[in-house]
């Protein structure tokens, strides 16, 4: 079976102990680390920003996933690449010149992700798709943790790999929001995605993310 990578969400950890609640992720069997970045206007909520990923940056020397929910993203893509950020995903719906973005990260030395909204159909990012590091399929509507998965995501994981396909090329597939140990992760891994976001999943001591995709 592919390799199934995990991608624990820091969203739900302690934020007043990030870099400690880091260190053991990394312990764990995390594959790397997602930043959650809110800025409450693009998405309801307000995380925090490069600053703060450059300090947890000496926690760990796992990659940094980090999903930019904010807008306007492009005069902050610097800042996160400098900042240490590994995988740098952009929303399509927050960007008006989305292959610019997509090329901007790629010369900052960081790897390129498209996350698509529930609403919003993979066929947006169609001939974007072979240039993608990754194409994240939200499956809650972005702002918060602890959502529930939304079911019409998996034919939508689903499509997208068969477009990856049919293009010849395969970009890994993420899965973001109320991700569990139960068929939301058994059905996405079925469909197609190779990485798992996991927040309260996690933090709410469900640790068996993991197994329930390898079942
Ligand atoms: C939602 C975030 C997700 C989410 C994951 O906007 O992008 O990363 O917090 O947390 P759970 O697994 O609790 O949905
Ligand atoms: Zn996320």
């Not at 940094?64 to 800042?79: A, G, K, Q, R, S």
């Not at 909204?117 to 399929?137: H, K, Q």
Request: glycine share 6%; net charge negative.
């Amino acid at each position: 079976m592919k390799k199934i990578q995990i991608s624990p969400a820091i969203l739900s950890a302690d934020f007043s102990q990030l870099g400690n609640e880091i260190k053991r992720l990394e312990e764990g069997w995390a594959d790397m680390i997602h930043v959650d970045v809110m800025d409450g206007h693009f998405v309801p909520n307000l995380t925090i920003g490069p600053p703060v990923i450059k300090r947890l940056r000496n926690f760990t020397k796992l990659p940094f996933d980090v999903h930019l929910m904010i807008t306007p993203v492009n005069p902050l893509l610097e800042d996160f690449a400098k900042s240490g950020s590994d995988q740098i995903i952009v929303h399509a719906e927050a960007c008006n010149h989305l292959h610019r973005t997509v090329y901007q990260v790629k010369d900052l030395g960081c790897q390129i992700g498209v996350a698509l909204n529930p609403a919003t159909p993979g066929s947006v990012i169609e001939d974007l798709i072979p240039f993608l590091d990754i194409v994240m399929v939200m499956t809650v509507n972005p702002g918060f943790g602890g959502q529930s998965f939304i079911p019409a995501s998996i034919e939508k994981i689903r499509r997208l790999r068969t477009l990856a396909n049919k293009l010849e090329c395969s970009p890994r597939i993420e899965v973001d929001g109320g991700v569990k140990a139960d068929e939301s992760a058994q059905q996405s891994v079925k469909a197609g995605a190779t990485i798992l976001v996991a927040g309260s999943a996690i933090y709410n001591q469900q640790e068996t993310v993991s197994e329930a995709m390898t079942r």
